[in-house]
């Protein structure tokens, strides 16, 4: 697999048995679709440890043009959706239409999380993200039909892996996911 934004070789990493590709060109990351029901399993510092690997891999390389769209890495002709803007813009999450895999730009992962030092403040964040970018996005697919829902709920799912949170799936009010 070729990295979207680069073209770069993909590296396969494994955080908290979680398998992703990271780029060796940029430092993005590669959430296969068939991963995501191991997502919730294993997110424990997951975060810290994807943050870390991003960086080692975008480390001396040169910055990307965050506005080009991109293609899928799997489906090569489908361009990756752009949402899940969080309210402080410091992250957002490309998704493909066709296989309901993601992609995560490198810079954008370290600054939102950078954003709240301690674990508590990035719980809250991450609950205020969930709450205001992820639940009216979860409610709008909901009425879309079910394939569209799933693939929201990836990306809820996806988030939750990355940044820690006091949502339970399933258990918040709303939408469940
Ligand atoms: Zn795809």
């Keep these: 697999m070729k990295c979207p934004r680069t073209?770069?070789?993909m590296k396969e990493?494994?955080?908290?048995k979680v398998k992703v590709d990271i780029s060796e060109g940029c430092g993005g990351v590669w959430f296969d679709n068939l991963e995501f029901e191991k997502?919730?399993?294993a997110h424990e510092n997951a975060g810290d440890k994807l943050v870390d690997l991003m960086a080692s891999?975008?480390?001396g390389?040169?910055?990307v043009d965050l506005d080009k769209r991109i293609n899928c890495p799997r489906c090569a002709d489908t361009v990756l959706m752009r949402h899940f803007e969080s309210p402080l813009r410091k992250i957002q999450i490309d998704q493909c239409p066709g296989c309901g895999g993601i992609w995560l730009d490198a810079g954008e992962?370290?600054?939102f999380r950078k954003l709240f030092p301690t674990e508590a403040d990035r719980k809250k964040a991450g609950d205020e993200f969930i709450a205001k970018s992820i639940m009216p996005i979860l409610e709008?697919?909901?009425?879309?039909?079910?394939e569209e829902l799933e693939k929201a709920r990836r990306v809820a799912h996806m988030f939750r892996f990355i940044c820690p949170s006091y949502y339970i799936?399933?258990?918040q009010a709303g939408a469940a996911f």
């Design 7 to 9: 073209g770069a070789n």
């Design 13 to 16: 990493v494994e955080i908290n």
């Design 39 to 41: 997502f919730d399993e």
């Design 57 to 59: 891999f975008a480390k």
């Design 61 to 63: 390389k040169g910055p």
């Design 109 to 111: 992962l370290k600054d």
């Design 140 to 146: 709008a697919k909901a009425k879309e039909g079910q």
């Design 169 to 171: 799936p399933g258990k």
